[in-house]
């Protein structure tokens, strides 16, 4: 079982920066693959970044260049690092965690969620 806490949303004026958190409890963390997802009004989720335990990286091609995932298995904790922040990724964001790389990359899917923190992004 794996529990995960978001925190570090808020609101932010376009071109401004923002850090997520998302805590993890449990041993076994550095074994995930991490995810951070988000999800606008009236639309589906969407993978943003993605870090596998190995240290594979991916990004959604919306984000690229302005938003940086890492993660500190000696804290449990994955980061999302967004610059440049527009209205358009106004969002709540949910990290997510799955033993498997592509479950979360190619199935945009996790066996544990977190319960989202909201990012509001004002032009």
């Known amino acids: 079982q794996v529990q995960l806490v978001e925190s570090g949303g808020g609101l932010v004026q376009a071109g401004g920066s923002l850090r997520l958190s998302c805590a993890a409890s449990g041993r076994t963390f550095s074994s995930y693959a991490m995810g951070w997802f988000r999800q606008a009004p009236g639309k589906e989720r969407e993978l943003v970044a993605a870090k596998g335990s190995g240290g594979s990286t991916y990004y959604a091609d919306s984000v690229k260049g302005r938003f940086t995932i890492s993660r500190d298995n000696a804290k449990n904790t994955v980061y999302l690092q967004m610059n440049s922040l527009q209205p358009e990724d106004t969002a709540v964001y949910y990290c997510?965690?799955?033993?498997?790389?592509?479950?979360?990359?190619?199935?945009?899917?996790?066996?544990?969620w977190g319960q989202g923190t909201q990012v509001t992004v004002s032009s």
């Open positions: 997510g965690a799955d033993p498997l790389t592509k479950t979360i990359v190619v199935l945009s899917r996790a066996q544990y």
